[in-house]
């Protein structure tokens, strides 16, 4: 049982975490006016879909296009982060204001990674930057440099009470007897934190290896392999990869095990939930069945039950067995039974999404749900009905992935200025191109000539770069202003043209 998936199954997994593939020949877009070359959204509507913008942050086969990425709906950029590889690059609620959110570090080739988490208002100024690490964490790494922080990518859960929920992966040396390895092997502990983000506090740590007895090692569905239990390569025996907030405690998602436990405030495991039938707390219908899961969620919490929601992977790069769904359940915490609400897939775009991957409730009113599917560059957007009424592809299978995949409203105005590029093509004749990297509110672009302060041109806003001929244009100074009908909200450098 435990020897049943081969030790290639983690490496493979690891591979498309981290590792950059070959260029293929997915299209990317460049501009005049900013340095970015983010791979072209090509977006298919089949239905009515909810508003938002697509919150994505692609990684694999090219770099200029590694970064926080907003794209609208038909498939425009929106914003374009500074080049890094993010994670869960979204929006949250903070402190009343919807605030963006993302993890930015490095994704190791163990599975897990090591970073920050930034938070950004909607001018794009950073106002929080999350850490962990140092004082008396002692956190064993598997590599000879100590990283800054040691957040996981895997999680970054704004709650309402202001603090953040985060991963993060230790390496203990523990006896792995009991799964074939030897006395003296390493292990990666799975671990969560609730941090106080004013003041970057931890408030509550918990770690998984200190609840054998709960969450015994045989029941790790990750086989150890012959390679791993060393300190440099660790086993991943848990990899926990959601966490969020219950009532008394936490529900926390370790992929490794098929299953979501719920953590008392006290630590105390209380529940699993499986996703293999006669295994865990709770007896699961035929449609429950889940494996390889990310994302946790849960809503509508009682004494009696509550709704909860998971990106159903069912896959491994060794084992395509189902394609992958979205599931929610109803768990009737009183008879111990999980009903299947609901469970998306399109059956016209059938994926194996073999890691990474999310789920996202748009509004309770639309039942609208979007999800990312991780390893496949693909985010798409289900109705009530269940049907597909969006999909939108950043990259090839398997060769450009983003962590998890988000639709969020925005509404942000950036502290920088809108940026103008002019080229000259005659005596009286210049292209001019302008754009505002980030800037959701401005529908139209004025073009004055400095000199007078003479309005040369209005033009309706293209996408994120509008390039506009300008005929009768003397050589001089041109200054762009973007606005939202008359109303100015912000102005380029001026140029000479
Ligand atoms: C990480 O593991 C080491 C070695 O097992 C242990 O001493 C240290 O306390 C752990 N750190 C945390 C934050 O649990
Ligand atoms: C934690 O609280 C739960 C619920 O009251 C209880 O069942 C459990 O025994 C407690 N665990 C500890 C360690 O106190
Ligand atoms: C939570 O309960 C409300 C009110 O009954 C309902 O409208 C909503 O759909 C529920 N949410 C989920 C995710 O089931």
């Not at 929610?328 to 008879?335: C, E, G, K, Q, T």
Request: aromatic letters at 12%.
């Amino acid at each position: 049982m435990l020897r049943s998936l081969p030790f290639a199954c983690s490496v493979l997994q690891l591979l498309l975490l981290a590792t950059p593939i070959a260029a293929d020949n997915f299209p990317y877009v460049g501009y005049r006016t900013a340095p970015f070359l983010p791979p072209q959204l090509k977006v298919t509507k089949t239905g009515p879909t909810d508003p938002g913008y697509i919150f994505v942050g692609p990684r694999g086969n090219q770099g200029m296009g590694t970064a926080a990425l907003i794209y609208d709906e038909d498939g425009q950029l929106v914003y374009e982060g500074p080049q890094e590889v993010t994670a869960n690059f979204r929006t949250q609620r903070l402190f009343n204001e919807e605030v963006i959110t993302f993890w930015a570090g490095d994704m190791t080739d163990l599975g897990f990674g090591y970073g920050t988490v930034h938070i950004l208002d909607n001018t794009y100024r950073e106002i929080y930057t999350v850490t962990l690490g140092g004082g008396d964490l002692n956190f064993v790494s598997p590599f000879a440099d100590a990283p800054a922080s040691y957040i996981d990518l895997h999680e970054s859960h704004v709650t309402e009470r202001n603090t953040l929920l985060v991963t993060a992966y230790n390496v203990t040396q523990h006896d792995l007897t009991v799964i074939g390895g030897a006395p003296d092997d390493y292990m990666l502990d799975g671990m969560f934190f609730e941090i106080d983000i004013a003041t970057n506090e931890i408030v509550y740590a918990w770690s998984a290896v200190e609840h054998l007895a709960e969450i015994p090692l045989e029941g790790s569905k990750q086989g150890l392999g012959p390679e791993y239990g060393t300190k440099e390569k660790p086993w991943d025996a848990y990899h926990i990869n959601s966490v969020e907030l219950m009532e008394d405690g936490y529900i926390i998602s370790l992929r490794h095990y098929w299953s979501g436990f719920y953590v008392h405030n006290n630590g105390t495991v209380m529940w699993r939930l499986s996703g293999e039938k006669n295994t865990g707390d709770f007896e699961i219908d035929d449609q429950a069945v889940f494996s390889w899961q990310h994302d946790i969620r849960v809503y509508n919490q009682t004494q009696e039950g509550l709704v909860l929601s998971l990106f159903n992977n069912a896959n491994t790069p060794t084992e395509t067995v189902a394609a992958t769904t979205g599931l929610s359940f109803y768990v009737d915490l009183a008879n111990h039974k999980v009903s299947t609400l609901r469970a998306l897939s399109d059956s016209s775009d059938v994926i194996h999404s073999v890691s990474q991957g999310s789920y996202q409730l748009l509004s309770p009113q639309s039942g609208h749900v979007v999800l990312g599917y991780g390893s496949i560059a693909r985010v798409k957007e289900y109705d009530a009905s269940g049907k597909a009424v969006m999909t939108a592809q950043f990259g090839e299978d398997n060769a450009v992935a983003s962590y998890r995949g988000f639709k969020c409203q925005w509404k942000a105005t950036p502290f920088w200025p809108p940026a103008v590029v002019a080229i000259r093509t005659t005596d009286e004749e210049a292209q001019v191109s302008m754009s505002w990297n980030g800037a959701t509110e401005y529908d139209n672009w004025a073009i004055y000539a400095v000199e007078g302060e003479k309005l040369v041109k209005s033009v309706k806003r293209e996408g994120f770069e509008t390039t506009v001929e300008l005929s009768g244009l003397r050589e001089g100074y041109v200054q762009v202003v973007a606005r939202q009908g008359n109303i100015p909200l912000g102005m380029s450098e001026v140029i000479y043209v």
